[in-house]
C-alpha cells in the first residue's frame, strides 16, 4: 500500500504532466486558428486556377494535353506515387496511425507503387518498412509554405514527363470539422477531365456557361499546360495546409484528453492523500489519549 510520501511524489509528477498537456493544447489551437487562416487567404487564388482549367475543357472539347492521357509502362503497368502526409511529431492521437494505415492499403504491387514521403513520423515508419521510398521531403519550417508545395510538385512532375510514374495521388487528412477528421486518397495525376466538367454542371446556369470573352492565347492546349504545374502545387499546398490543421485539431483533442485524465487522477490521488493523512491524524491522537489515559490510571 503506497504511503503518504509515494504519493505526494505521484502527485508532483501527474501536476508536470498536467502543465505540459495544457500548454500543448494551447499552443495546438493557436497553430490550428493560424492555420485555418492560412488556407482561407490562398484559396481564392487557387480556386481561381482551377476556374480556369474547368473553362478551357468546357469550351475545348477536343483538347488534348499530356497530363489528360494515362501512361503505361513497357509492360503495361501503371506505376503510382503517393504522397503521405504525416506530422513531425506524435501525440496526436491516431492522426498519424490513421494515414498510415490508409496508404499501406492502397499499395498493390511493391514494384509498382511508389511513396514519396513527408513528415517524420511517416518517413521513420515507412523506411523501416519494405514499401518503396520514392523521395523523402523534410523541411525545417514547421509551417507550411507554397514554397515548401512547389519543390513537391516540381519533383513530381519532373518523375510524371519523364515516364518514372504514371499516376500520382495524396494521402492526407481532410478536416471536415475539429472532431470530423477523414484520411482519404486523392488522385491528382493524370488529370479527371469528367471531374472538371461535372464541376461546371454542379455549378449555376451562369457558371455552367463559362466566361465566353476569355480567349486563351496562343492556344488553350499551351494555356492549359502552363497552368498544370500551378494547379498541382495549388493541390499540394492545400493538402499540406489542411493535413497541418488536422494535425493540431487532432492534438488540441488529444491534450485536452489527456489533461482531463490528469486532473482526475489527481484529484483520486489528493483524496488517497486526504484519507492517509486523516488516518494517521487519527492515531497519533488515539495514542496521545491511551497514553494519557495511561499516566492518570
Given at each position: 500500500?503506497?504511503?503518504?510520501?509515494?504519493?505526494?511524489?505521484r502527485?508532483?509528477?501527474?501536476?508536470?504532466?498536467?502543465?505540459i498537456?495544457?500548454?500543448?493544447?494551447?499552443?495546438?489551437?493557436?497553430?490550428?486558428?493560424?492555420?485555418?487562416?492560412?488556407?482561407?487567404?490562398?484559396?481564392?487564388?487557387?480556386?481561381?486556377?482551377?476556374?480556369?482549367?474547368?473553362?478551357?475543357?468546357?469550351?475545348?472539347?477536343?483538347?488534348?494535353?499530356?497530363?489528360?492521357?494515362?501512361?503505361?509502362?513497357?509492360?503495361?503497368?501503371?506505376?503510382?506515387?503517393?504522397?503521405?502526409?504525416t506530422?513531425?511529431?506524435?501525440?496526436?492521437?491516431?492522426?498519424?496511425?490513421?494515414?498510415?494505415?490508409?496508404?499501406?492499403?492502397?499499395?498493390?504491387?511493391?514494384?509498382?507503387?511508389?511513396?514519396?514521403?513527408?513528415?517524420?513520423?511517416?518517413?521513420?515508419?515507412?523506411?523501416?518498412?519494405?514499401?518503396?521510398?520514392?523521395?523523402?521531403?523534410r523541411?525545417?519550417?514547421?509551417?507550411?509554405?507554397?514554397?515548401?508545395?512547389?519543390?513537391?510538385?516540381?519533383?513530381?512532375?519532373?518523375?510524371?514527363?519523364?515516364?518514372?510514374?504514371?499516376?500520382?495521388?495524396?494521402?492526407?487528412?481532410?478536416?471536415?470539422?475539429?472532431?470530423?477528421?477523414?484520411?482519404?486518397?486523392l488522385?491528382?495525376?493524370?488529370?479527371?477531365?469528367?471531374?472538371?466538367?461535372?464541376?461546371?454542371?454542379?455549378?449555376?446556369?451562369?457558371?455552367?456557361?463559362?466566361?465566353?470573352?476569355?480567349?486563351?492565347?496562343?492556344?488553350?492546349?499551351?494555356?492549359?499546360?502552363?497552368?498544370?504545374?500551378?494547379?498541382?502545387?495549388?493541390?499540394?499546398?492545400?493538402?499540406?495546409?489542411?493535413?497541418?490543421?488536422?494535425?493540431?485539431?487532432?492534438?488540441?483533442?488529444?491534450?485536452?484528453?489527456?489533461?482531463?485524465?490528469?486532473?482526475?487522477?489527481?484529484?483520486?490521488?489528493?483524496?488517497?492523500?486526504?484519507?492517509?493523512?486523516?488516518?494517521?491524524?487519527?492515531?497519533e491522537?488515539?495514542?496521545?489519549?491511551?497514553?494519557?489515559?495511561?499516566?492518570?490510571?
Amino acid at each position: 500500500m503506497p504511503n503518504m510520501r509515494d504519493i505526494r511524489l505521484r502527485m508532483k509528477s501527474v501536476k508536470q504532466t498536467l502543465q505540459i498537456t495544457s500548454a500543448m493544447k494551447l499552443i495546438s489551437t493557436s497553430k490550428l486558428r493560424r492555420a485555418r487562416v492560412q488556407l482561407a487567404q490562398t484559396e481564392p487564388y487557387f480556386d481561381r486556377i482551377q476556374e480556369t482549367v474547368r473553362d478551357i475543357f468546357l469550351h475545348s472539347a477536343d483538347i488534348r494535353a499530356d497530363y489528360l492521357a494515362t501512361h503505361r509502362n513497357a509492360d503495361g503497368k501503371t506505376q503510382r506515387a503517393f504522397l503521405v502526409i504525416t506530422s513531425d511529431k506524435g501525440m496526436a492521437g491516431g492522426f498519424n496511425h490513421n494515414v498510415i494505415k490508409l496508404a499501406e492499403d492502397q499499395i498493390v504491387a511493391r514494384d509498382l507503387d511508389f511513396f514519396v514521403l513527408l513528415g517524420n513520423i511517416g518517413s521513420r515508419y515507412f523506411m523501416k518498412s519494405e514499401s518503396s521510398i520514392l523521395e523523402t521531403f523534410r523541411f525545417t519550417s514547421q509551417v507550411p509554405t507554397v514554397y515548401d508545395a512547389k519543390e513537391i510538385s516540381d519533383f513530381v512532375l519532373s518523375q510524371y514527363d519523364a515516364g518514372k510514374i504514371d499516376e500520382f495521388y495524396i494521402v492526407y487528412t481532410r478536416m471536415y470539422s475539429s472532431v470530423k477528421l477523414v484520411p482519404e486518397v486523392l488522385r491528382v495525376l493524370p488529370l479527371d477531365e469528367s471531374t472538371f466538367r461535372s464541376g461546371c454542371e454542379q455549378n449555376s446556369n451562369a457558371d455552367a456557361k463559362g466566361d465566353s470573352s476569355l480567349t486563351y492565347v496562343p492556344s488553350p492546349e499551351v494555356v492549359l499546360k502552363s497552368l498544370i504545374p500551378k494547379y498541382l502545387c495549388g493541390v499540394v499546398y492545400g493538402a499540406i495546409v489542411e493535413s497541418y490543421a488536422s494535425e493540431h485539431s487532432a492534438r488540441m483533442t488529444a491534450m485536452d484528453n489527456a489533461t482531463k485524465n490528469a486532473e482526475e487522477m489527481l484529484n483520486a490521488l489528493r483524496l488517497s492523500y486526504n484519507r492517509l493523512r486523516q488516518g494517521a491524524i487519527t492515531q497519533e491522537v488515539t495514542e496521545i489519549v491511551a497514553g494519557a489515559a495511561a499516566l492518570n490510571s
